[in-house]
Every structure is written in structure tokens, then in C-alpha cells.
């Protein structure tokens, strides 16, 4: 019945907006995109929260191989709210989320009071990297509409990748300041689990045993070995190529397997914003980030010192 009433929702927004003025229509597509999240949101054990680009889908993935290997479930089927839960009843409900039209929903845009007593996943990742990310992202696999409701940059804009991360709509500065506003309620959060993309690389194991538990599950070596070989860059760029996981939608899957940039799994690497940018805009956007960003998730120049 819910995904009867969500697609008649849907279609009705889309009717409703073409007679509006772009502004409203935005406004009545975020409050449905919202109701929507806002209903999973009340029905989840778990959430997993993130800035878009930091890693989700992949996490999405290995979650999804681990309860593979736990349940015995098809492999080319990736986790969705509860398309799993469906399949075997001890698997919980995660909602993921970019924490963007839940807030606009419920109207704590200021802070995090939607997950003080949710137990939540984190995932973080180095906002420059983020931010270039989301250049791909944009450039190559946003839909048009999507670009104008959110405030990015015009469908098609000649830019260059610096100009896009200088944006103060969707840029670095605006990702700094999403991470702030986490930072500022960290301590609030009942059940938290903070996840950095940089560990998850480097540790794919060692994290994954950490989110394993934190679902309240065992954390077997030898699946938390079969996942981490599973979710590799390499294996999943194979598998978008073959369009493995069709069946869960375009949420893995290339917009031409021609053309790397249009990969969901395209470089995935630390630090990779260097190879986009001068010495001086690197020197500029780590200086943004090193004033701006608040000490809370190893980024600035400061943690890193203390970290040595």
C-alpha cells in the first residue's frame, strides 16, 4: 500500500508543479522527497547519514555482501530500507540518508534532534575530495531537475572543477558547513557511530567489524574478508561495467561504459582532489578547511599535527 500511495504522491507533485513557479514547484518536490524520507525515518532501526559523495553507496554495498553472507540472499540485489527485511525478518531497517529534505521536512535544519535518540552512522570524508566528487557527480550523472532544486550550478555550465568547488551553493564552503552542524551535535547523539572514508580505505576490515557490531551483529573475519574483496574499487568497476546490480536501479551503474567520469565508482582515492588543482588552489581550499572546519573528524591541518 505505501509504495502505491508514493508513486501516486509522486506523479501528483509532478502534475501540480508544472503549473507553478519554479521556486514553488522545488518547494513542493523537497516536501514530498521529505514526507518520504520522514516515513522511513519513523519505521528504521538504523540510520546511516552522510554528505553526498562520502562514501554511501559503497558502504551501501558492503553492508549489503556482509547480510549476503549472514542470510544467504542473492548477491546482485543491493540493501535497500527494507527490500531485506522483507526477505528474512532478523534483518533491521536502515534508512540512508543525505540529511537534507528529512530536515526541511521536520523543520530541525539547525540541528540534529531528528537522530538524539537514533542509532546512527556517520560517514565523513575529506570535504575537498567531496566537493570534487560532486563536480563528477553533477557533471555527469544529475539529473537536470535535481541540479535547480538544490541550487547547484545550471544544467550543462561551462565550468571547471575549481569554479565548482567555489561555489557558495553546493561547494566546499557549503559541505564545511554541513559538517559543522554535525560536529556541533555530536555529543547529543545517544547511538553514534562516526565512519571516515579515509579508515574504510585504508582498514576495509577493521571499519566494517566496527559497523558490523554497531548493527548488533557478529563480526566474522572471514565474511568481513569476502566483503572487503567484494566492495573493491576494482570489483565494483567491473561489475558497473557488466551493469551487475540492475536490479537495484541506476544506484550502481554507469551513464556510459565508455567514459570513466560517468562511473558511481569512478577513482575513490584519498586525497585525490590534488590532481584537479594547482599548488595554490590546494594551498587555498586545505586553508579553507583548516579555518573553517571544526576539530571533530581529523581533516585540519591541527588534528593531523596532534594525530602524528
Not at 540510520?47 to 559503497?58: L, P
Not at 533491521?92 to 528529512?102: E, M, S, V
Not at 570535504?127 to 532544486?149: L, N
Amino acid at each position: 500500500m505505501h509504495m502505491i500511495i508514493k508513486r501516486l504522491t509522486k506523479w501528483l507533485v509532478r502534475a501540480i508543479c508544472i503549473f507553478l513557479p519554479e521556486a514553488k514547484a522545488h518547494e513542493l518536490e523537497r516536501w514530498r522527497r521529505g514526507r518520504e524520507e520522514f516515513w522511513k525515518y519513523n519505521r528504521c532501526q538504523y540510520i546511516f547519514a552522510s554528505y553526498g559523495k562520502s562514501g554511501r553507496t559503497w558502504v551501501r554495498v558492503m553492508i549489503s555482501r556482509y547480510f549476503q553472507l549472514v542470510y544467504k540472499l542473492p548477491d546482485n540485489i543491493l540493501m535497500g530500507f527494507d527490500n531485506y527485511t522483507r526477505l528474512n525478518k532478523d534483518i533491521p531497517k536502515i534508512f540512508f540518508t543525505h540529511d537534507n529534505y528529512l530536515r526541511g521536512f521536520t523543520g530541525n535544519v539547525d540541528s540534529k534532534k531528528d537522530f538524539y535518540k537514533k542509532k546512527t552512522v556517520l560517514l565523513v570524508r575529506n570535504p575537498i575530495d567531496v566537493a570534487v566528487s560532486q563536480f563528477f557527480q553533477w557533471k555527469y550523472r544529475m539529473r537536470p531537475e535535481k541540479k535547480a532544486m538544490n541550487k547547484y550550478p545550471e544544467h550543462e555550465a561551462n565550468i571547471s572543477v575549481y569554479d565548482f568547488v567555489k561555489d557558495e551553493n553546493q561547494g566546499l564552503s557549503h559541505i564545511i558547513e554541513f559538517m559543522n552542524n554535525w560536529a556541533r551535535e555530536l555529543s547529543k547523539i545517544e547511538h553514534l557511530l562516526v565512519v571516515r572514508y579515509e579508515d574504510l580505505r585504508s582498514s576495509p576490515e577493521r571499519e566494517m567489524g566496527r559497523i558490523v557490531e554497531f548493527l548488533g551483529m557478529e563480526a566474522n573475519e572471514d565474511y568481513l574478508k569476502d566483503t572487503a574483496e567484494f566492495a573493491s574499487v576494482e570489483n565494483l568497476r567491473k561489475k558497473e561495467q557488466e551493469n551487475y546490480f540492475w536490479r537495484s536501479g541506476s544506484r550502481v551503474q554507469a551513464k556510459d561504459v565508455n567514459d570513466p567520469n560517468t562511473f558511481k565508482v569512478r577513482k575513490a582515492k584519498v586525497g585525490g582532489y590534488r590532481d584537479y588543482f594547482d599548488d595554490d588552489q590546494v594551498a587555498e581550499l586545505e586553508g579553507m578547511v583548516d579555518s573553517r572546519l571544526l576539530p571533530a573528524f581529523g581533516y585540519t591541518a591541527a588534528e593531523e599535527k596532534g594525530a602524528r
